[in-house]
């Protein structure tokens, strides 16, 4: 192996190894549980009343019979391909069915991040910088009321209070085809009912590492040169402040695509989760192996623009100084 | 030439809330520092230099409690200024160095950031490409090479001692009446405080102002000062010329100081602490002198009636019964 280069180069490399890492595994893992699925996948999946012929057929063209080392390499390599065949229930290819619903989750997974940054960071550092006022008191409470409630939760009662009883957003769906002003006003609630637990999550990570921040002995040399509070928090402190919040959520995108599955049922959007919870309810396994592939891909890839992030904003993470997530909390 | 000194402080004293109770970490400090000197400020670690420093330039901790005494810098009375007039102060008539190069500089920010705001702070009216070339020239000034690239540089990327000389720019830059440097070469190693110490003699040049030098070592200061403040457990014993202070000592302390120094030929805290005895603990209460309990000269008053500052010779005060 050639040696790669300190610096941004090298940070860059072992981050997309890192991620490579996460999608063989998963790979993996997934399948090993559909191994685990109990009897025949191919009795499973032709029900009861399939003759004997039809099975051994069906189990042959999936390749069934072979050895388990030969089913994961060609495992694999139909994920390389892209190739996870042909639905047997609507008869389209599996891989097109994925893509179609794809943006649907992007879209709502973006949207809760942007909205739960967007409101948590400000919230936090207001906090960090009225330290036991009554707005700090009232955000701490209100956080982590907000992180600990789950977010199907969340979504029943919203829909029930905005959709139900006031009526004043669209109960169910995308608006597929109601042009763009419609799927985003469906998108509120669905997207709402993400976001509250990180808003909470959010500036409660911010304000502290904002606290910790303000302490330090570069923000007093900005005081000493006289620069304006505001300029100190939102620019000198804040840049220094955001690292750790972002770090963790690097990671807290796995709980997040959770959350969409739920949120995408209860709201009855088209995206992996209902693709997902449709497939298990018709025990539709290759759709479900799609799905959740199609998932953890976004999962690593959402981790590696996490990290570079953070190497963007941290010089000394694109020299190799120091680790991005454990480094400092 | 106005007679009055830039700075003048009297009877200043801060106490810290700690959680073993009350710090009193200036007791009543008198200084002055007249226009145009480089002043240096000496005293052991521990002593409240960095504390007197940090309340000249109203950025006390948030656990310092009320300060007494009063800070006047020309015609200003800094401890019943508010908030926003003393920031103004700061970054223009007022300027800082760190002991502690590593942390002072802002991790995420290039070099050049830091210099153009503090040009930024200042508000000279000048747009983003004047400040930028004033930063560049500022920067081969302090004896910095290749300043273009050094401009785009992380501090990460810097030595300490090339950390210290961006400090220093940028105090230059705000062309300060008053220049407080905390030790600024005690962080680095022996060769780079050499550099340092001349870059800080050539800065006389472009400093109008006066100089607030803190040192904890008194070889130090004789080389680079006009005059010498000498501190004791949060008071200052003793002012006076350099060449006055060391042909002429008044206070026990201050000769005790030179006595340890004396022949020896490299500084550092080790030798201080050869005077027999303990520093004042910050926690204590000392209604007399604070230097009493280590004083072979002490008599039954020095322990319970604190001497006044007060002038022995032209420009010379100490602090003490039995100068
Ligand atoms: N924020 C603070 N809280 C409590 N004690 C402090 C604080 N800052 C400084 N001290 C104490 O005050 C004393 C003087 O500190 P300092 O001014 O840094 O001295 P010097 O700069 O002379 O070494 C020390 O005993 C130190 O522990
Ligand atoms: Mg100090």
């Known amino acids: 192996m050639t040696r790669v280069e300190p610096g941004p180069w090298r940070y860059f490399a072992s981050r997309v190894v890192t991620a490579a890492f996460i999608v063989v595994g998963a790979i993996t893992l997934l399948f090993v549980l559909t191994q685990l699925v109990r009897g025949n996948p191919a009795e499973v999946l032709l029900g009861p009343r399939a003759t004997a012929e039809a099975v051994?057929?069906?189990?042959?063209?999936?390749?069934?019979?072979?050895?388990?080392?030969?089913?994961?390499?060609?495992?694999?390599?139909?994920?390389?391909?892209?190739?996870?065949?042909?639905?047997?229930i609507s008869g389209r290819p599996i891989l097109d069915m994925v893509l179609e619903v794809m943006p649907f989750t992007l879209a709502l997974t973006f949207s809760a991040i942007a909205l739960a940054f967007l409101i948590g960071v400000p919230l936090g550092c207001y906090a960090a910088t009225h330290p036991n006022g009554v707005g700090d008191r009232i955000a701490a409470v209100l956080s982590v009321g907000l992180i600990s409630m789950p977010s199907f939760v969340v979504s029943i009662y919203l829909l029930l209070v905005f959709s139900i009883w006031l009526q004043w957003l669209p109960v169910l769906g995308a608006g597929g085809s109601g042009g763009i002003l419609d799927q985003l006003t469906r998108?509120?609630?669905?997207?709402?009912?993400l976001a509250i637990g990180w808003i909470g999550y959010v500036a409660r990570l911010t304000r502290s590492s904002m606290v910790e921040t303000l302490a330090e002995p570069y923000i007093r040399t900005s005081r000493a040169y006289g620069l304006a509070e505001s300029k100190i928090i939102y620019k000198y402190a804040l840049k220094n402040a955001c690292l750790p919040t972002l770090a963790v959520l690097g990671l807290g995108t796995g709980r997040l695509f959770g959350e969409a599955v739920f949120a995408e049922v209860i709201f009855a959007r088209p995206?992996?989760?209902?693709?997902?919870?449709?497939?298990?309810?018709?025990?539709?396994?290759?759709?479900?192996?799609?799905?959740?592939f199609a998932i953890v891909l976004l999962f690593a890839m959402a981790n590696l623009a996490t990290d570079m992030a953070y190497a963007w904003v941290d010089p000394r993470i694109r020299a190799g100084l120091r680790g991005t997530s454990a480094g400092r909390r | 030439m106005s007679e009055f000194p830039l700075l003048s402080i009297r009877g200043l004293g801060v106490d810290f809330t700690t959680s073993r109770g009350r710090?009193?970490?200036?007791?009543?400090?008198?200084?002055?520092?007249a226009r145009g000197r480089i002043v240096g400020l000496v005293g052991e670690s521990g002593s409240g230099k960095s504390t007197l420093a940090l309340a000249i330039l109203g950025l006390l901790p948030p656990n310092a409690g009320s300060v007494q005494g009063s800070i006047r810098f020309d015609d200003v009375d800094l401890l019943n200024s508010s908030a926003e007039s003393l920031r103004s102060l700061r970054g223009h008539r007022i300027a800082m160095i760190f002991q502690d190069p590593m942390t002072a500089l802002n991790p995420v920010f290039t070099v050049g950031t830091h210099l153009r705001d503090v040009l930024n702070a200042k508000g000279s009216g000048e747009d983003a490409m004047e400040h930028n070339k004033r930063a560049l020239e500022m920067l081969a000034k302090v004896g910095i090479p290749d300043p273009e690239q050094r401009l785009k540089a992380y501090p990460h990327e810097l030595s300490g001692g090339m950390r210290q000389r961006v400090m220093i720019a940028m105090a230059l830059l705000t062309t300060p009446d008053l220049l407080i440097a905390d030790e600024p070469t005690t962080a680095l190693d022996v060769t780079i405080e050499a550099q340092i110490v001349s870059l800080i003699r050539e800065m006389r040049t472009h400093v109008r102002g006066s100089i607030l030098f803190i040192s904890h070592s008194l070889g130090l200061v004789s080389e680079l000062c006009d005059d010498v403040a000498v501190m004791y457990a949060g008071a200052v014993v003793e002012q006076a010329p350099s060449v006055e202070l060391f042909a002429n000592p008044r206070h026990p302390y201050t000769r005790a100081l030179i006595d340890c120094e004396i022949g020896l030929d490299d500084d550092d805290g080790q030798k201080l602490r050869s005077i027999p005895g303990e520093v004042l603990d910050p926690l204590a209460v000392a209604p007399g002198c604070t230097f009493a309990a280590r004083c072979s000269l002490a008599e039954p008053r020095c322990h319970d009636q604190a001497p006044q500052f007060r002038s022995v010779a032209p420009k010379h005060g100490v602090a003490c019964f039995r100068a």
């Open chain 1, 56 to 88: 051994a057929e069906f189990a042959r063209r999936m390749g069934l019979d072979l050895p388990v080392h030969e089913r994961l390499l060609q495992f694999f390599g139909q994920v390389i391909r892209g190739d996870f065949g042909v639905d047997i």
């Open chain 1, 187 to 193: 998108l509120v609630l669905p997207t709402s009912a």
């Open chain 1, 271 to 292: 995206g992996l989760g209902t693709l997902i919870y449709t497939g298990i309810s018709t025990r539709n396994y290759p759709v479900v192996q799609a799905g959740v």
């Open chain 2, 23 to 33: 710090a009193h970490v200036l007791r009543g400090v008198d200084l002055d520092i």
